[in-house]
């Protein structure tokens, strides 16, 4: 079992910026890649940033491409989501969450965006952007 407890969200301004966290604790052997995901209401929640926890590897959704940025602090096993340039349609219910992918020794993990394919999930953490 992993345990993953996202913070950071807030209300904020469009063309400013927050950075989630998203701790996690538990079985960390189980999974190799992390998540960010958001869901607006009234939409499907949809994948927006991943990493390979092993390699450091990631991948982004169109949508954050260049404005957003995940990374890794393994000592503290937590994974952030620095969001810059914040437009009111990032307003959403951020959640981060864990998986296992194949990896490419020297390339890293075939990461997905595919919610289907996340085993462990946090409550999740508001972000809320105004014009």
């Known amino acids: 079992q992993v345990q993953l407890v996202e913070s950071g969200g807030g209300s904020v301004q469009a063309g400013g910026s927050l950075r989630l966290s998203c701790e996690a604790s538990?079985?960390?052997?189980?999974?190799?890649?992390m998540g960010w995901f958001r869901q607006a209401p009234g939409k499907e929640r949809e994948g927006i940033a991943a990493?390979?926890?092993?390699?450091?590897?990631?991948a982004y959704a169109d949508s954050v491409k260049g404005r957003f940025t995940i990374s890794q602090d393994n000592a503290k096993s937590t994974v952030y989501l620095q969001m810059d340039t914040l437009k009111p349609e990032d307003t959403a219910m951020y959640y981060c969450?864990?998986?296992?992918?194949?990896?490419?020794?020297?390339?890293?993990?075939?990461?997905?965006?595919?919610?289907?394919?996340?085993?462990?999930w946090g409550q999740g953490t508001q972000v809320t952007v105004s014009s």
């Open positions: 538990g079985d960390a052997y189980s999974s190799n890649s």
């Open positions: 990493i390979y926890i092993g390699g450091g590897n990631t």
């Open positions: 969450a864990a998986a296992h992918f194949p990896v490419v020794p020297g390339i890293g993990a075939f990461l997905s965006l595919n919610l289907r394919e996340y085993n462990y």
